[in-house]
């Protein structure tokens, strides 16, 4: 199971636009597995983090999850490229994201 984190800035009232979404994924770089999916969401009037704060606060979630840091990476991609009906890995050499073919995430619940 995936560990998923979702922070979020600013006004949260009904009517708060969402400014921006980013996602950043923790994992295992020699096999690619996903340890962590960090979200964050900046609504209007909040503060955006810098891209390597949220990277090592990833990091940090990750550890308290494995007990390490030591050998994982992380990668921030466009939420919009992530399905939740399927499982994915990172191909460590080009930094891309890999969906797993015929491997619906639905198939680990149940």
């Not at 921030?76 to 990172?90: C, F, G, K, Q």
């Amino acid at each position: 199971m995936i560990n998923v984190w979702t922070g979020a800035t600013g006004d949260f009232g009904e009517a708060s636009p969402i400014v921006s979404e980013r996602l950043c994924l923790v994992y295992k770089p020699i096999s690619g597995e996903i340890i962590h999916v960090h979200r964050v969401v900046t609504f209007e009037g909040g503060t955006q983090p810098p891209e390597d704060e949220m990277s090592r606060h990833a990091l940090l979630l990750a550890q308290r999850r494995i007990g390490t840091r030591d050998q994982l990476e992380v990668l921030h991609v466009d939420p919009s490229t992530l399905e939740s009906a399927y499982r994915y890995r990172v191909n460590h050499q080009k930094k891309a994201l890999v969906r797993l073919e015929g491997n619906p995430a639905s198939a680990d619940e149940g």
